[in-house]
Every structure is written in structure tokens, then in C-alpha cells.
């Protein structure tokens, strides 16, 4: 997907407050605010939101000197949605449509999210009612016959604290199928996106194999990742992208690509065909069969 003209605002408000979260005085925040509007004048409208979000954070660190402001927003997370995993796992267990509820559980965690604007006061308030969530906009039933026909998944990941989620949906994954899965990181820090500390910290690396994408974007931008990820990528019967940025990234990508996530920004939601706060399952190849009819 491609930048829009609406991403620019948002461009500079991440740069403002990833400087303040850095705890940059304002001169240094001016100074990235300039820095960060001088290249948004140079790029090209060919690149996507990750692309140019890696650069923000890149802008960033090196006017801070901080090479992850958000470490204690993440582990602050990763704590909170550990504390819940027991009741929400639970909760799962004793669900009539257990796939379907971890789906949801794991969409709804991805308001998890210090990249665009927060909407949400607490975990609680994220995960209260989530089996009731409107399913207008997701596609289960064409996720469970990938499943039937699939041999590996490529998990790819995206926040810290909602890693907990994906864990929970990997693990009823794996006890109810043969699936041999892999769950995929950031190479490096950049907002509150997980990486491989993160997977550690939550015990992903416990129970599936765990690789990074070898870049610090916050997204899969195919061509910038290690070739390590790349074979996984390529070699995976199906994927499962989870969050904005994967699918700003990865939206016209011709591979066999479920994308799970909430919708956070209008931008998205218009291109998907749903509104802003909607939780969505949505088929990559369900968009092509459509668009070659």
C-alpha cells in the first residue's frame, strides 16, 4: 500500500511524540520535526507507511541517542497482558467456537498500538466483550480451509503486549492442528513493535520457533528483509500477517496471506471497505479471485 496524502499529518505527530516519549527537550523535538519534514519532501509516493516510518525512528534515535524509546512502554505491556493470559486463555478454552474467539481475541489486542492515535484507556477496556465483536469483516471460514490444506504458517507479528494474544492463538494452533509454525519479529526496535526480547520475555520462543526480519521496519517490506526470512516467507503454504503496518506493506503482495488486525485510521479502513475501530480476517487471495472476476 502505498503513502496518501492523510498519512503526512501522521507522519509528523509520531515523530512529536516519539521525541517527547525519548525524553528529548524541545529543541531537540524541533529539530526532528524539521528534519522529518525536510525528507517527507523528498520521498517518493511509491514507498510505503513502514518505509517511512523506519525513517521517523531512525531520525529519531539519532537526535536522542536513545536506541529504544519505547522499551519500558513495551515491557509495561508485554507485564499487563501477561497478568490477563491465564483468565483470557481460559476464556478460550471454554469457548464453543474456540478458533474463532482466539482469532478475535488477537485482532482486538492490536489496538495495542503506540503508532497511531490511542483510542483506549486500559486493557481491560481492549479485550472487555471481544467475543462479541462484529465479524462483518472477517473470513474464517476461508482461513479454516487454508488451514485444512496447509502444512506451515508464517505468523507475523506486530506489537509488544499483543504478542501475548498471538501467543494464545498459536498454542490452540498447534493442539488443534499439524501445523508447523513459524512467528516472525522486527530486526530492531521501532515504536512499540515486538522483537525478539520481547518474544522471549512472553515465552514465544517456548513453544515456536522464533525468527526477526533482520530490518527495524515497522512492517515486512519483502525486498529490505534478511534472506533468512525471506526462505520462511517464501516457503510458507500460508501467512498470517498480523497489524496496519504488515498490511500497508504487504497489501498487494501475490501470496497466500491472511491479514488480521483492527483498523485504526481511516486511510485503512477505506482501503479494506470497513470502518475505523473494525476487528478484520481478510484473504489476500480472496482479493485477487475478486479482482480477476
Known sequence: MKIFLDCFPCFLRQALEASRISGADEDIQRDVLNCVMAKLLEISTEETPPQIGSMIHNTIRKATGKSDPYRDIKRLHNEQVLEMEEDLAGL??????????????????????????????????IFR???????????????????????????LGDNAGEIVL???????????????????????????????????????????????????????????CSREFLDYYH???????????????????DRNIFFLLQTKCPVIADKIGCGVGDIVLKSRQGDLRHHKN
Not at 478460550?92 to 474463532?100: K, V
Not at 462479541?132 to 508464517?154: I, M, P, R, V, W
Open 92 to 125: 478460550i478454552d471454554r469457548s464453543s467456537s474456540p478458533l474463532s474467539d482466539a482469532l478475535k481475541l488477537a485482532a482486538v489486542g492490536n489496538l495495542i498500538d503506540m503508532g497511531p492515535e490511542r483510542k483506549w484507556n486500559s486493557m481491560e477496556d
Open 235 to 253: 516457503g510458507a503454504d500460508m501467512i498470517l500477517s498480523k497489524g496496519q503496518g504488515n498490511y500497508e506493506s504487504l497489501s498487494e503482495e
Open 129 to 155: 466483550d471481544f467475543t462479541k465483536k462484529d465479524s462483518t469483516h472477517f473470513d474464517e471460514t476461508s482461513f479454516e480451509e487454508s488451514l485444512k490444506s496447509a502444512g506451515t504458517l508464517l505468523y
Open 166 to 224: 498471538d501467543k494464545i492463538l498459536i498454542g490452540l494452533l498447534l493442539k488443534e492442528t499439524g501445523l508447523d509454525i513459524t512467528y516472525a519479529v522486527r530486526g530492531g526496535p521501532v515504536i512499540n513493535d515486538a522483537t525478539m526480547e520481547d518474544a522471549k520475555f512472553v515465552g514465544m520462543t517456548d513453544i515456536v520457533r522464533v525468527i526477526d526480519t533482520g530490518v527495524d521496519f515497522p512492517g515486512v517490506v519483502p525486498e529490505a
